[in-house]
């Protein structure tokens, strides 16, 4: 991933994947200046063939939804801030749901097909998207796999930091 800056923004980019949840633009300062850098931001993006997206803590950023609507940025997924310290994590075991590590060995294709499918892509996986979760996993990214009656119905991932704080993606 590169990140260019672009204040207020740093944009995440990934040098070979187009996907959205690969490439994004985040906040990182004070927005004074945000509305009158989108435009320098937008060239990145289009500079890359990406699509210019926005992933933010609304409850840190609460004013960025009003800029980018003005500016005519479609806002596609609000997501709220969910924490879960784990003095008040409570598990749940649904017996129809298996849930395991995904590895090395498992269909790699199968499960970046249904990371995409969650985003709305139903694009065809390629050898280059499969090699990249396979070093990702490598390099200690950790996925999970859920599956229903043996099928694959639901992904997620993150990767182990320092201060044991993830974002489960």
Same mark, same amino acid.
């Given at each position: ?6 204040? +207020? ?6 040098? =070979? ?67 879960? +310290?784990?003095?008040?994590?409570? +598990? ?13 060995? =498992? ?13 709305? =892509? ?16 490598? =390099? ?30």
């Amino acid at each position: 991933c590169s990140m260019i800056q672009v204040p +207020p923004f740093v944009a995440m980019l990934h040098p =070979d994947d187009p996907a959205p949840w690969f490439n994004y633009a985040m906040p990182i300062a004070g927005l004074e200046t945000a509305a009158a850098n989108l435009p320098a931001l937008r060239q990145v993006f289009h500079a890359q063939q990406r699509q210019l997206r926005f992933e933010w803590t609304r409850e840190l950023w609460p004013e960025l939804e009003a800029i980018l609507r003005d500016a005519g940025i479609k806002v596609d997924h609000i997501n709220p801030q969910m924490i879960c +310290p784990p003095e008040q994590f409570k +598990p749940y075991h649904n017996p129809a749901v298996s849930l395991r590590m995904l590895t090395t060995a =498992d269909d790699l294709a199968n499960y970046r097909q249904v990371t995409r499918w969650g985003f709305g =892509d139903y694009s065809a996986i390629s050898q280059a998207d499969v090699e990249s979760l396979h070093d990702a996993l490598t =390099d200690g990214w950790r996925y999970a796999m859920a599956t229903i009656e043996g099928e694959l119905a639901a992904v997620g991932g993150y990767k182990p930091t320092k201060l044991g704080v993830v974002e489960l993606v």
